[in-house]
């Protein structure tokens, strides 16, 4: 005898779209389950002593360490601020494969192959203002891609939460703007996607951003100024005066410069250079007249210690023991060379270098005719990652953990979304040859480096 469903229950099977959230909601439990707490480095270390005290710097933009002392009030510690993290990740997640499954076939798992980048595996876990940043832009686009795929505009509730997730993006990395300006303008004008807008938008949003940021930071957070911008004038000042012979910039002692990262010239070795020179207003106004000076004076020097650190920061040219000779206090580093070796081959392998998807991306824009989402965030990513050959002072995969995300997703939703013709492998063989020269000349590179022994 069949048993009837009780009054009140339904049996209806649940729809595909519902297996998706619930999936993607499952994955967000899990994730939060599997990174709980949190990993905090130095940098996050000091954000949260500042949360917990309320008295903020802008060493590093104060709106994250305020984030943080409010969600104190849920719970102590880093869990609070990974919840969010994992959970604006995971959203976009669910709007994306929401978004590319409505097509169906079975390229919709591409964008979700592209979200399960192991560096972005890696770092979810992490707090840190690069993993709130791209978290942030994830479930922003991707709330924005979905109701664009379904034909409806965004709802009012929606638009205030992709416009707070797009405003905390900015603020939380003080070069958040280069990375927020594409998809604005995607946002109001999604037809407007060119180079030439993309880029115009971006400089005015970074333009709007700078007396909008000190604002936040200083009358509404009442952080206190600490010249961070003067690590930026060092690490140069060091560059130029290293690469152009001339001594009297600045006084580096021997060693202290190197285009991996800007912070030996602080270390006691290297004269404090930092505290001495840009440890007052007056001061950090001096160093900048002269930084400016510098520039002008050996502009092929300023350039040549520029590309030493882009080179370094997006791991093209690179010997496999990099990271050791410049930093050899760094974790690992006491390991056999060898050992050394083997990890960056598969440790660090191609899909972690930012040449690599620089490369992608100026593909994507120039050959691949791309609709106007993936042109946006491909946009975001390179623009962003870009950025930091003018304004980098240290390598770590983190500072391109965006330009890698979001060159992988528009790929992923541009191949996912192109007609099943021939036309997607033909496109998908011109964009590994457009790769193929960085990825031969980067390990061509490092095996000779190998072989000189350095």
């Not at 999936?23 to 707490?37: G, L, M, V």
């Not at 949190?38 to 000091?46: A, E, I, Y």
């Not at 399960?116 to 479930?139: C, E, R, Y």
Request: aromatic share 10%.
């Amino acid at each position: 005898m069949q048993r009837r469903p009780a009054p009140g229950i339904s049996r209806l099977p649940l729809t595909a779209a519902q297996l998706r959230l619930a999936a993607a909601a499952t994955c967000a439990a899990a994730s939060f389950a599997i990174y709980f707490p949190g990993t905090l480095d130095p940098d996050s270390t000091t954000q949260l002593q500042e949360a917990l005290s309320g008295r903020f710097t802008d060493w590093h933009p104060p709106i994250m360490a305020a984030f943080w002392r409010l969600l104190g009030n849920i719970a102590p510690g880093p869990a609070p601020l990974l919840a969010v993290h994992v959970g604006l990740y995971w959203l976009g997640v669910w709007a994306l494969w929401d978004a590319a499954a409505r097509r169906g076939g079975w390229r919709q798992i591409l964008p979700l192959i592209a979200m399960a980048h192991p560096l972005m595996l890696v770092m979810l876990g992490a707090i840190q203002k690069d993993v709130g940043l791209a978290a942030s832009l994830i479930a922003a686009f991707g709330l924005l891609y979905r109701q664009r795929s379904l034909g409806r505009p965004l709802s009012i509730a929606k638009s205030v939460i992709v416009g707070v997730l797009l405003a905390y993006a900015v603020l939380v990395r003080w070069n958040g703007a280069l990375a927020a300006g594409p998809l604005l303008l995607w946002w109001i004008a999604p037809e407007s996607v060119r180079a030439g807008r993309a880029i115009i938008v971006t400089a005015l949003l970074g333009l709007v951003m700078v007396p909008a940021a000190s604002f936040v930071d200083h009358s509404m957070l009442k952080a206190s100024r600490t010249h961070a911008q003067a690590s930026l004038e060092l690490f140069d000042m060091a560059g130029i005066a290293h690469f152009s012979g001339d001594r009297a910039l600045l006084d580096v002692p021997p060693g202290c410069y190197r285009p991996y990262f800007w912070d030996p010239l602080d270390s006691p070795q290297c004269g404090h250079l930092f505290e001495r020179l840009a440890a007052t207003d007056e001061g950090a106004s001096a160093l900048t007249r002269r930084w400016l000076e510098a520039i002008a004076t050996h502009p092929l020097a300023y350039a040549t210690h520029r590309l030493a650190y882009f080179n370094s920061s997006t791991a093209f040219a690179v010997s496999p023991t990099l990271r050791c000779q410049s930093a050899p206090d760094y974790t690992g580093c006491e390991q056999p060379r060898a050992r050394q070796i083997v990890n960056d081959f598969v440790k660090k392998n191609l899909l972690y270098w930012p040449c690599l998807w620089l490369a992608a991306g100026g593909w994507l824009l120039v050959r691949g005719r791309a609709d106007p989402g993936p042109r946006a965030l491909a946009w975001s990513g390179m623009i962003y990652g870009l950025g930091y050959f003018l304004i980098g002072v240290a390598t770590d995969w983190r500072y391109y953990l965006w330009t890698t995300l979001a060159i992988a997703l528009a790929l992923a939703l541009h191949f996912a979304s192109v007609e099943e013709d021939g036309r997607g492998f033909k496109q998908l063989k011109e964009l590994l040859l457009a790769v193929a020269p960085v990825v031969v000349a980067g390990y061509a590179a490092r095996l000779l480096f190998v072989i000189a022994g350095s």
